[in-house]
């Protein structure tokens, strides 16, 4: 069988450390004074270990909402002679200044810090202690790192508020003695920083990122000419002597001159034109990765249409439609040309393209910016949501996963979390489903929930809400049962009134208590879910407004009070059922409240409220009504079979009478079709079951054994089996040998036992 998309397993090594990091206290660590963790003394870790330990926990805490966060977490790996670190990638707010402290006896050969806000410059002079072994470093927006807080008061790293009107710069910090370093990432750099004066002792650089970073020199980068490779300048003020000193950097093999053209609508003076693409081609004959993305070109740069080759696309220098490139020796590994309008010509010479030209120029522009460039991706990934919706996606594990990394890496972003749970939605509709792992499709789902978790936007909740809807609910759902449930009742328990999330969330509630066991819904009931539903209701009683809200809230009810005492009596204490004649045309919603009200009536202890004359009128005047064909009539006598059950002591009321009563059900039962289809779902057939050998109440016998009858005969093959297990054939022999039971009830009684036993002997033919 063909393997889905997503479907390879996890490695060993993956899943035991993501075990490990679930369970620190029952495997690697033990808790010293009830809150600090401690390695256990007979344990070795080597680097490829906790390089793992290390990045994984910082994936979980970023991308899993129901992961425990441990304060103490990096006191595990303070001692170098029991833990070994090389290669670590932190990132975001969790991360603090005690933590780079307790790992600071590491020989860490990569420090990658991405976005981590709450570092101060006490993580500065942490740096220094892996001076002599760093390779590798990146902080790229940690803007408050060369900043020491100026608020004596405040000593925990919890407290200290990221204010730079309360924060003094750090100007004696130097990179001096980091002999080895020779990657750097200052992305973000705050503006106060002497960008020159902090680079001067790093001569041995090789690769240089100073994205957003402005140069007010540009010539101090020719200090790093005969060494620099790599050198990204997003976003960076170019003028004509920083023009000049790139093209002096001979060596390079990746140039990154790219900017957001969002960004630059307030101006930018600096025009990249045909001659200093020219330029750049001629002077760097190393480069073999070029981005050029979001620059206005000064001057045409593409060649004449009637030169232009002909025949199908080609990567070959010689047929490039963009003239400068033309002088290329071979064809490019990498050229960004997203935002602008050299990605529409057709041949360009290079093996990957970004653009917004086709699906896999989108996919490349995605996968190339999201880490640093969400306002860049966020562009790209609202090219695939048009992608998916008007065309089709061809990539699709491609492009789903290129979805879910970005809004797990960026799900503080409102860009991100709005287009990439838009994009979510089309991918994981029907069109694409079947192409979908179980695997995938739980990733899916986790990034889901982590948007609504973490991002309150209304347009992320509904884009959120609506793709959950593409998924099979609630099996799909069932791995992140609680999560889910939670975070829909905070949607619905918010202040904020958004009717079409509100339809949608209780859509999803109603259901996700649909076809679960009893456990799952009384878990859900404690949650606050029977109380959500009643709160809603009450709000459009009051609006005298009958919508889906309304009727989803009223069906989710019908569901998880389903043989569920409990849930039953939480809806008991809080509302009686408004009249029928308050929406009489409503047939649906009719049916849902005579629905949850015939599961309170099945729960003995709890009949006695809907022993009321305002109850019991409402019930027999809808056994006269013909809305949703039998249903609303059925399940008004339903509720009061039961509540007749109970016997003539417990009708402590004169009116209306228990006989009067009693005889409009026998009424309604005989003026129903026995062939009638059914919008209706059995699980058990417990509640009408106890109604079969008894002798008080025959009415309400005769209803159990006709709501048997017509289920069989329509549905034999789903309710015969269910019947004959639970049991219900020696029942209905008992109906037989009661006197009390009238005929028509045991001549429907024989009928049932005799649809079930020609089912049971009727043979099944296995080897076909």
């Known amino acids: 069988m063909a393997s889905k998309a997503g479907d390879n397993p996890e490695s060993l090594m993956a899943l035991s450390t993501e075990y490990c990091l679930r369970n620190l206290q029952g495997t690697l660590c033990y808790l010293l004074d009830n809150k600090t963790l401690r390695l256990h003394p007979d344990i070795f870790l080597p680097s490829e270990i906790c390089d793992k330990l290390v990045n994984a926990y910082m994936e979980l805490v970023h991308t899993d909402g129901t992961f425990e966060m441990h304060k103490t977490f990096f006191l595990l790996f303070s001692d170098p002679r029991s833990t070994r670190l090389t290669r670590v990638q932190l990132r975001e707010n969790t991360v603090q200044d005690r933590d780079l402290e307790a790992i600071r006896n590491q020989d860490l050969i990569e420090l990658h810090l991405t976005n981590c806000e709450k570092l101060s410059s006490r993580s500065l002079q942490t740096l220094t202690s892996f001076r002599h072994t760093l390779v590798s470093l990146s902080l790229f927006g940690c803007s408050n790192i060369f900043y020491k807080d100026d608020n004596p008061r405040c000593f925990d790293d919890t407290e200290r508020l990221v204010n730079p009107i309360r924060q003094v710069l750090v100007t004696d910090f130097t990179f001096q003695g980091f002999s080895r370093l020779r990657l750097l990432n200052l992305g973000g750099l705050t503006e106060q920083v002497d960008v020159e004066a ?14 957003g970073v402005q140069l007010p020199r540009g010539a101090f980068l020719s200090q790093w000419r005969d060494r620099l490779t790599y050198l990204v300048l997003y976003n960076v003020d170019l003028a004509e002597e920083h023009v000049h000193t790139i093209l002096q950097l001979t060596h390079l093999r990746h140039l990154d001159i790219s900017r957001d053209r969002q960004r630059d609508r307030q101006g930018y003076k600096f025009k990249l034109t045909r001659k200093v693409l020219t330029a750049i081609i001629q002077s760097l004959l190393n480069l073999g990765s070029l981005d050029i993305s979001g620059h206005i070109m000064q001057d045409n740069c593409a060649v004449a249409l009637q030169e232009e080759a002909m025949g199908p696309p080609s990567i070959e220098p010689s047929k490039s439609s963009i003239s400068p490139l033309k002088e290329l020796k071979r064809p490019l590994q990498f050229l960004g040309l997203f935002d602008t309008s050299l990605c529409n010509l057709t041949h360009i010479p290079a093996y990957k393209v970004t653009g917004a030209k086709n699906e896999d120029q989108v996919l490349n522009a995605i996968e190339a910016y999201t880490e640093y460039r969400p306002e860049v991706a966020s562009h790209a990934i609202n090219h695939l ?39 979510l939605f089309y991918l994981t509709n029907t069109e694409y489903r079947t192409d979908q792992s179980i695997k995938l499709r739980r990733q899916v789902i986790q990034v889901v929930l982590n948007g609504m978790e973490h991002y309150q936007e209304v347009t992320v909740q509904r884009n959120c809400c609506l793709t959950l809807c593409n998924f099979n609910i609630p099996e799909e759902l069932e791995f992140q049962y609680h999560r889910v449930n939670q975070l829909l009742l905070k949607i619905l328990n918010s202040s904020r009134e958004d009717e079409s999330i509100q339809r949608i969330a209780v859509h999803l509630c109603n259901a996700l208590v649909c076809q679960v066991d009893n456990d799952h819904k009384e878990a859900v009931g404690k949650m606050g879910f029977v109380t959500t539903m009643l709160q809603l209701i009450q709000k459009k009683l009051t609006d005298k407004m009958c919508d889906q809200v309304m009727e989803f809230s009223w069906s989710a009810l019908w569901n998880i009070t389903d043989e569920t005492p409990d849930n039953c009596e939480i809806h008991t204490q809080f509302l009686s059922p408004p009249p029928p004649q308050e929406f009489p045309d409503k047939q649906e919603l009719h049916r849902n409240m005579l629905g949850l009200l015939g599961n309170v009536a099945e729960v003995k202890a709890l009949r006695p409220q809907l022993l009321t004359p305002q109850f019991i009128t409402v019930f ?42 009693m005889d409009r059900m026998w009424a309604a039962i005989q003026s129903w079709d026995v062939n009638s289809r059914r919008n209706i779902n059995y699980r058990s057939f417990e509640p009408i079951l106890r109604l079969l050998p008894q002798g008080i109440a025959p009415v309400s016998q005769h209803w159990a054994t006709w709501a048997l009858f017509n289920l069989v005969s ?17 029942l209905l022999q008992k109906v037989l040998e009661l006197d009390t039971a009238r005929e028509e009830t045991k001549d429907m009684a024989r009928k049932v036992i005799e649809h079930c036993g020609n089912f049971k002997e009727d043979p099944m033919d296995t080897t076909r």
């Not at 329509?714 to 020696?730: D, F, H, S, W």
């Open 620 to 661: 027999s005047d809808l056994l006269d009504s013909k809305a949703d064909g039998i249903e609303v009539s059925y399940n008004a006598c339903g509720v009061l079979s039961h509540i007749i059950f109970d016997g003539p002591d417990a009708w402590a009321m004169e009116e209306p009478l228990r006989d009067t009563v």
């Open 714 to 730: 329509v549905y034999p093959g789903k309710y015969c089996p269910l019947l004959i297990k639970e049991g219900g054939i020696a």
């Open 198 to 211: 902090l680079l001067q002792p790093l001569g041995t650089l090789t690769s240089l990122d100073l994205s």
């Open 385 to 423: 949501f048009d992608i998916a919706r008007i065309q089709h996606c061809n990539q699709l594990l491609r492009a789903l996963q290129l979805v879910i990394s970005a809004l797990k890496c960026h799900k503080y972003d409102k860009s991100i979390q709005v287009t990439g749970s838009a994009a």
